[in-house]
């Protein structure tokens, strides 16, 4: 639990005068305490005292304390309020890591992969919403076109929100390189560079938290629910995925097919086995399965996936091989938990790796208009419930993630279906009273 950076040190050179020890909890939502910098020696050593029964993890209110130890690695000044600065921490019990903590979950990933002298470099697109401060509808009575994305108008209507997050991820030495209106009407998207995957998630359950942040600040709602308008393209979280051996890329390869390496094509395939239990990892609400498998939407296409395939430069499948040495899965969606997607990625990327897994051919076809000549193509699960079963079921998953996380995992998320099942709809009166 030693660290090399003294918070206090660092809060008191940098005007910081509270600090919001904060986790991610098993659904992603963020907890947080909010600490004096006078106090922040002892959090530091011993960690934030929380009740985990309280918040999404697998635990009893008669449990111990949980203790959220900040990785002072993490420290960022939040730019919308200098004064408070923000860390991403690891879990404990009775000084133990807490092996269902999906920061926790992730750094064993890492370690795995580590051991194979192997680091995975990830970038997100996080797609979201800026919706009137209910969430009931887009902020933009005049973002109405069919086709509106990157309609420069609309983007520009929204230029103090969106330069003010680019200015915060510029000022944090991210990389930000481009923003735009996305293919929903109200729906944006803005990128960052690619890091390893640890820093990466760090990074993207940051990023959530300051679009939230600064579009309440602006009087509106940031929202990365998958799909919050039927009818509309919902919200992905597409990520962009390589391996790498010190300096070198090791899915690149120029004589492989569209320069990706026998490694790369492993590493999918292992993707590919194991796409319907990563789902309840990628889409982990019961509003994801609204976004893939999904009619077409007003403006034409979902670009989400509906089925277990891989393409060159197509986005009509999971996986697109955009370029040499790269590929971008295509399958979560704004409601993965960052640490999870990343996670899952490695988990059943190192497992191809190990047994070699054919990925299968490569589909240039336009999956939306030709898949149903294809006959044998998996189908994505069709709702959380299959989803979360699959994850269940997978021996590898369970394995590679961990016993007590998946485990912890699965029963909070049928609870979760459970609980949405429970109630009585509208349509089931409709199609049911008279039968
Ligand atoms: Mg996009």
């Given at each position: 639990?030693?660290?090399?950076?003294?918070?206090?040190?660092?809060?008191?050179?940098?005007?910081?005068?509270?600090?919001l020890i904060s986790y991610t909890d098993l659904f992603g939502a963020q907890r947080a305490?909010?600490?004096?910098?006078?106090?922040?020696?002892?959090?530091?050593?011993?960690?934030?005292?929380?009740?985990?029964?309280?918040?999404?993890?697998?635990?009893?209110?008669?449990?111990?304390?949980?203790f959220a130890v900040p990785d002072p690695q993490t420290l960022i000044q939040l730019p919308w309020k200098p004064e408070v600065g923000w860390l991403a921490s690891d879990l404990y019990i009775n000084g133990e890591p807490v092996d269902q903590a999906p920061r926790n979950t992730l750094k064993r990933m890492v370690a795995k992969a580590a051991e194979q002298g192997l680091t995975l470099k990830t970038g997100v697109e996080c797609e979201f919403f800026l919706t009137t401060p209910d969430g009931k509808a887009i902020s933009d009575a005049a973002d109405s076109a069919d086709k509106p994305c990157y309609d420069a108008s609309a983007l520009m209507r929204r230029y103090d929100v969106i330069t003010e997050i680019c200015d915060a991820m510029l000022a944090l030495g991210w990389g930000a390189y481009q923003n735009d209106h996305e293919d929903a009407n109200g729906q944006f998207e803005m990128n960052w560079h690619y890091a390893d995957a640890l820093t990466t998630a760090d990074r993207h359950v940051f990023f959530k938290f300051m679009a939230k942040s600064i579009a309440e600040k602006h009087g509106l709602r940031a929202t990365f629910m998958p799909k919050p308008f039927l009818g509309l393209t919902g919200s992905g979280c597409h990520a962009h995925v390589s391996l790498w051996k010190g300096e070198e890329n090791v899915f690149a390869d120029d004589a492989g097919e569209l320069g990706v390496s026998k490694t790369g094509y492993n590493f999918l395939g292992g993707i590919i086995e194991h796409a319907e239990g990563l789902c309840a990892l990628f889409n982990p609400t019961v509003n994801s399965y609204k976004r893939i498998n999904a009619p077409r939407?007003?403006?034409?296409?979902?670009?989400?996936?509906?089925?277990?395939?891989?393409?060159?430069?197509?986005?009509?499948?999971?996986?697109?091989?955009?370029?040499?040495?790269?590929?971008?899965l295509r399958l979560a969606d704004g409601a993965t938990n960052p640490y999870l997607l990343q996670a899952g990625i490695l988990a059943a990327g190192l497992d191809g790796m190990a047994k070699a897994t054919d990925p299968g051919p490569r589909l240039d076809?336009?999956?939306?208009?030709?898949?149903?000549?294809?006959?044998?193509?998996?189908?994505?699960?069709?709702?959380?419930?299959?989803?979360?079963?699959?994850?269940?079921?997978?021996?590898?998953?369970?394995?590679?993630?961990?016993?007590?996380?998946?485990?912890?995992?699965?029963?909070?998320?049928?609870?979760?279906?459970?609980?949405?099942?429970?109630?009585?709809?509208?349509?089931?009166?409709?199609?049911?009273?008279?039968?």
């Open positions: 639990m030693a660290s090399s950076t003294d918070l206090a040190a660092a809060a008191k050179a940098r005007g910081i005068k509270y600090l305490k909010l600490v004096p910098a006078q106090a922040i020696a002892g959090m530091q050593r011993d960690g934030a005292g929380f009740a985990g029964f309280a918040t999404w993890l697998d635990m009893s209110p008669a449990d111990a304390d949980l939407t007003t403006s034409g296409a979902t670009w989400a996936p509906n089925t277990v395939t891989y393409a060159g430069n197509n986005r009509t499948h999971m996986i697109r091989i955009p370029e040499a040495g790269r590929f971008e076809i336009n999956m939306y208009t030709e898949g149903h000549l294809v006959k044998d193509a998996k189908r994505l699960p069709l709702n959380l419930l299959d989803a979360v079963r699959a994850l269940d079921a997978s021996p590898m998953l369970r394995a590679s993630l961990g016993e007590a996380f998946v485990s912890s995992y699965v029963k909070l998320k049928m609870a979760d279906w459970t609980s949405y099942t429970a109630a009585l709809t509208e349509w089931e009166r409709a199609n049911t009273l008279d039968c």
